[in-house]
């Protein structure tokens, strides 16, 4: 009778709830893992560099449709004049002094408007449109970086408060049994190094749980700074609510494989970059077409020394005309230039190719990823069943003096980490899901 009522109290310490929660955690504000990708798209600091340098390549586009505005300066000048001398029967005769006033000024406009240069001016707004163009899906990119990298601290956190938990239970359970086999020794059933193996065996869990600990301060760090928030800030997640990600999208292998061709946003870089080559072999070749610009200045100068009869008197003159620049030399200089343009263009399309390449073996080692997630819950969900029948059995034979102390500590520790493969596998399957989602281009 004596043992089954030892039997009877072993059973109630395993099945006590875990009465223990941290006062950390009860004074943050419970933040679910959208809550914290909508706070990082607002605050976190990579993706605000990231709109930085959108704003600037939108002003570099506004910047490169100014060039197609007019040329317009407006000059004057004052200066001092010195003596005309006019050698009107060779260098080395007397020279005839022409009376001029000894100071002048002038004051006009110079307009120069391109009518024609190649296309290069459009052709450059084209490539800054594309520019902007490539920004907004390296933003893209970097969001789904960002966000992925919260899931993963996000998961991270979530299985380790529950090995915290489980170890919680353990230590709890462990200190009672502690408690048992000390009064078991002590009547003389079992011998004394049972109650020193216990002992190592709370000591490492104690062990274990501080390491936890750590881990677990460590986490909430880093997705405080991935949300752009304080270090210090307190943070707590509700993982006892097992609801994450029920609205995401979820497809086959063929069904995340046309989503990325239509929507990876590094393939969609890679494009870019092969419209912005192609750009630039027709910006090359346009060196090679003549320059047609409308031009027209005009002045008043004092005195009138420029034109013969000379004029102490303030004189006007202007000209307006049409004026075409045709550069030879480039005909011949610009051949290889336009040879390396078109090397740049076909290295680019390479890269798309291959990147489309790596990004289906992404995808594709992603989802066997996660299926076998999914088969690692199904195997460890099994595993518990039957070593926590075979901790009943064992537990029960060292009780009746049939097993000894080291197979009861083995088949425990077989338990605890079936518990901790279970809680891996759950989170591997939710992070390979996000994986699969940020690598599509839809996370």
Do not use: C
């Amino acid at each position: 009778m004596k043992f089954y009522k030892l039997i009877s109290i072993l059973g109630i310490v395993f099945l006590l709830p875990i009465s223990y929660l941290h006062a950390q955690d009860a004074a943050g504000s419970m933040m679910s893992l959208e809550e914290m990708w909508k706070a990082a798209e607002v605050n976190n600091r990579q993706l605000k560099l990231s709109d930085l340098y959108l704003q600037q390549s939108k002003l570099e586009v506004l910047q490169a449709k100014d060039n197609l505005l007019p040329e317009l300066s407006l000059g004057g000048d004052v200066k001092l004049n010195s003596r005309f001398l006019l050698y009107s029967e060779g260098l080395f005769s007397s020279p005839q002094n022409v009376p001029v006033k000894s100071y002048g000024y002038g004051a006009g406009y110079s307009l120069n408007f391109n009518l024609f240069n190649g296309g290069k001016e459009r052709i450059n707004i084209r490539m800054k449109r594309e520019g902007e163009v490539r920004r907004q899906y390296e933003v893209q990119l970097e969001k789904h970086g960002v966000k992925y990298n919260i899931a993963v601290e996000y998961f991270d956190l979530y299985k380790f408060m529950y090995f915290r938990d489980f170890l919680f239970a353990e230590i709890a359970a462990e200190n009672k049994q502690l408690s048992l086999i000390e009064s078991l020794h002590q009547n003389g059933v079992v011998l004394k190094s049972d109650v020193l193996r216990t002992s190592v065996k709370l000591s490492q869990l104690e062990l274990n749980l501080s390491d936890i600990e750590k881990k677990i301060d460590i986490r909430k760090q880093r997705l405080n700074v991935l949300m752009g928030r304080d270090q210090t800030q307190q943070l707590a997640i509700d993982y006892k609510r097992n609801q994450e990600m029920e609205s995401l999208y979820s497809s086959d292998y063929t069904g995340y494989l046309d989503i990325a061709l239509n929507q990876s946003p590094e393939l969609k870089l890679m494009e870019s970059d092969i419209k912005w080559s192609e750009l630039n072999i027709s910006q090359v070749k346009a060196a090679r077409l003549p320059k047609v610009s409308l031009y027209s200045t005009y002045n008043y100068t004092y005195p009138q020394i420029s034109f013969y009869p000379y004029s102490n008197d303030v004189w006007g003159f202007g000209q307006t005309g049409i004026k075409v620049q045709f550069s030879i030399d480039n005909l011949y200089k610009s051949k290889h230039s336009i040879a390396i343009a078109r090397i740049i263009s076909g290295e680019a399309k390479e890269k798309a190719n291959s990147k489309k390449d790596e990004i289906f073996l992404q995808i594709k080692e992603a989802y066997l990823q996660h299926e076998q997630a999914l088969e690692s819950v199904n195997t460890a969900e099994k595993n518990i069943l039957k070593t926590t029948e075979t901790l009943r059995v064992i537990r029960n034979s060292y009780l009746n003096q049939e097993s000894l102390l080291t197979d009861l500590l083995e088949a425990e520790n077989a338990l605890l980490e079936a518990k901790f493969n279970l809680t891996t596998a759950q989170t591997n399957v939710k992070l390979g899901h996000i994986r699969l989602l940020a690598i599509a281009g839809i996370l």
